[in-house]
């Protein structure tokens, strides 16, 4: 199986990161479950009371943006890029019995937040509306972010028409590899039709895009020729060049078909950017890992699933601690709530200490406060991917209440432990149980690479992080890009705040003992990898 096989479960329900790969060299179809007994909980009351209170209180909408997207009467804020778009008018246009108003979801009004969010017209614009059935989403989530739509045309074509997805595989295909769109029912429709006949594609074959990376690097090599030079004649004169002429997403179908059956070398595209950028060398040289459009954030080829552009060092720092792409949405939940910047920063600022959240695009120096909002972010994210509660939308950190000053509870997630299990959980002592996972992973990454070096051999950026906007100095107003030797200071001081070494980005034995892991200090130290 290709690296990027996923887990399919149903539309919309899948295990990505090419863990469909592991189970295939195991042989391993499915894994079963039976369930046989129900889910107790220590106090169900206390559980229903915090479920009021997270609704009522806490909640916005998908990323917990928790201002409206346009002007309501009853909001003191809107942001044109909040995913809170549900308004009069804005309906769920092939809902079964006729078009559903989405309507106003007033902060506190539980019943109407799974209509806060009509995601297919934030991805797609106003042209998704008509094919729209409903907002779904994961089991028991009233956040529905997962856009539902039926394109009976696509059917015709070969396609499953009714799809459903929230994120990259939702809008990244068709505008990473196709550069014109061939209309299907009206004039500019072509690119949400595009898109969609591949995320359908996708689905259908289980292949996970890597946070937009394979679709991106395959854009890419196309663009730049490289294409061409990496596969044999015969093969390239097989891809459907018809349809790419004619902007028909049944180019990316035929070669979505040839990846996921290892139909010649274009399969290779799949490997995974590290692995791609290695075996074609000679060819790309260094210029495609460090290429802003592939955006691949690490060296170790995981890709930017939010950085530099989110906070500025606070999001670069995120994605040191992972082998893919980090996925740690605490701190883009924050930059993006359509709050504004002023009460955004009064609460961040409050929490971790002055200068702890800049102003977009106009970033300044690294500092310890950065350092605390930086492991907030992936402490937070580990306690969720724990929890199997979503990243998307937790940590409560803002609220869309005027009368709470927009400041959210982060005391949530421990307050839920303890009803549910009845043994008294701190915010301290549950952020601690989530900092163990991460000094563990750590660890064992160590372990897999053989080296305690972790600051050369697996922390670093690809220059694009650092050269991008050429005519702009870092911390000019106006560019994201970041400082090396800025960001050389920003590596030490996260270390300081992991308690590991500054030098090399490993867990000291103290920290690994402080977290109950004195077994994997000593193993280790067995290694030659403590420092």
């Known amino acids: 199986m290709v690296n990027l096989a996923c887990i399919i479960n149903a539309a919309n329900h899948c295990a990505g990161a090419g863990v469909g790969a592991i189970f295939g060299s195991k042989n391993l179809k499915a894994v079963a479950m039976y369930g046989t007994g129900a889910v107790h909980v220590a106090d169900p009351a206390k559980v229903l009371q915090l479920n009021d209170y997270v609704m009522k209180d806490l909640l916005g ?135 969609i006949a591949a995320m359908s594609t996708a689905d259908d074959l289980g292949l996970w895009d890597n946070y937009g990376e394979l679709p991106k690097t395959i854009g890419y090599f196309i663009r730049n020729g490289y294409l061409e030079k990496i596969l044999p004649a015969e093969e390239f004169a097989t891809l459907r060049w018809d349809l790419y002429e004619a902007g028909d997403a049944g180019f990316i179908k035929d070669i979505m078909y040839k990846i996921s059956t290892k139909n010649g070398e274009i399969a290779n595209l799949a490997l995974g950017a590290y692995f791609v950028a290695e075996k074609y060398k000679d060819i790309v040289g260094e210029d495609y890992l460090n290429a802003k459009a592939v955006s691949v954030m690490m060296k170790n080829g995981s890709s930017k699933h939010h950085g530099n552009e989110c906070a500025a060092q606070v999001g670069a720092l995120t994605n040191i601690f992972y082998n893919r792409d980090c996925m740690t949405h605490t701190i883009i939940n924050i930059v993006g709530s359509g709050l504004p910047y002023e009460i ?65 509870d982060l005391s949530v997630e421990a307050q839920y432990m303890t009803a549910i299990i009845g043994e008294n959980w701190t915010e301290e002592k549950l952020d601690n149980a989530a900092e163990k996972a991460l000094q563990l992973l750590r660890a064992m990454t160590i372990m897999s690479y053989g080296s ?80």
């Open 61 to 195: 909408a998908n990323n917990n943006h928790v201002v409206p997207s346009t002007e309501r009467p009853w909001a003191e804020y809107s942001h044109p890029k909040s995913r809170w778009t549900g308004r009069p008018g804005l309906t769920w246009g092939a809902a079964e019995g006729g078009p559903i108003d989405t309507g106003d979801s007033i902060p506190g009004d539980i019943n109407a937040v799974g209509y806060r969010t009509q995601k297919s017209v934030f991805d797609h614009g106003p042209v998704a509306e008509k094919y729209t059935i409903k907002m779904t989403g994961c089991t028991s989530c009233p956040i529905r972010c997962c856009s539902t739509v039926h394109l009976p045309k696509l059917e015709k074509e070969g396609y499953v028409s009714a799809v459903s997805n929230t994120c990259m595989p939702n809008f990244m295909w068709a505008g990473a590899i196709l550069s014109t769109f061939k209309d299907y029912v009206e004039e500019g429709d072509g690119k949400f039709y595009a898109n």
């Open 344 to 408: 955004q920063k009064r609460i961040i600022d409050g929490i971790f200490g002055e200068g702890a959240l800049d102003m977009p695009a106009k970033y300044t120096p690294m500092n310890e406060s950065k350092a605390k909002f930086a492991k907030f972010g992936v402490v937070r994210q580990s306690l969720h991917d724990s929890f199997t509660l979503c990243n998307w939308v937790w940590p409560m950190t803002f609220s869309p209440l005027k009368n709470r000053n927009y400041k959210g």
């Open 452 to 531: 305690m070096d972790m600051y050369n051999e697996h922390d670093q950026f690809n220059d694009w992080v650092y050269d991008d906007d050429p005519d702009l100095a870092a911390f000019s107003e106006g560019t994201v890009k970041m400082d090396r030797e800025d960001m050389k200071i920003a590596y030490r001081m996260m270390y300081k705040e992991m308690g590991w070494d500054e030098e090399t980005g490993a867990p000291t034995r103290a920290t690994l003992e402080k977290f109950g892991l004195k077994d994997i200090a000593d193993k280790l130290e067995e290694m030659n990898l403590l420092p």
